[in-house]
Nanobody, 127 residues
């Protein structure tokens, strides 16, 4: 059974930090491309960050570059998204997703490339 579960969301003031976690079960996550996406009310789902197999490369949306960092902990079979300098515009439901087709040295923000999705975790940035 393949599952992804996000955690770590919550309420934080502008300028604060959160670390989101994506826990995988049923497969070895380090062999897969992993992406973080977010969706705010009334807006389309957008890619935030992704990491390729074996951490060959990473990508970040322009809106979060320099503030967010994606990383893996292979021993725990998890992927993290460290979010610093949070802004109200970062408020959204954040989703972890992975490409089930297999390993790749590239990653992208193509929604249709990702077949496995978590349930999402809410991030609210407000004073």
């Amino acid at each position: 059974q393949v599952q992804l579960v996000e955690s770590g969301g919550g309420l934080v003031q502008p300028g604060g930090s959160l670390r989101l976690s994506c826990a995988a079960s049923g497969f070895t996550l380090d062999k897969y491309v992993v992406g973080w996406f977010r969706q705010a009310p009334g807006k389309e789902r957008e890619g935030v960050s992704c990491i390729s197999s074996n951490d060959v490369m990473t990508h970040y949306a322009d809106s979060v570059k320099g503030r967010f960092t994606i990383s893996r902990d292979n021993e725990k079979n998890m992927v993290y998204l460290q979010m610093n300098g949070l802004e109200p515009e970062d408020t959204a439901v954040y989703y972890c997703a992975t490409d089930p087709l297999g390993p790749s040295m590239y990653c992208n923000f193509n929604y249709y490339s990702y077949g496995y999705w978590g349930q999402g975790t809410q991030v609210t940035v407000s004073s």
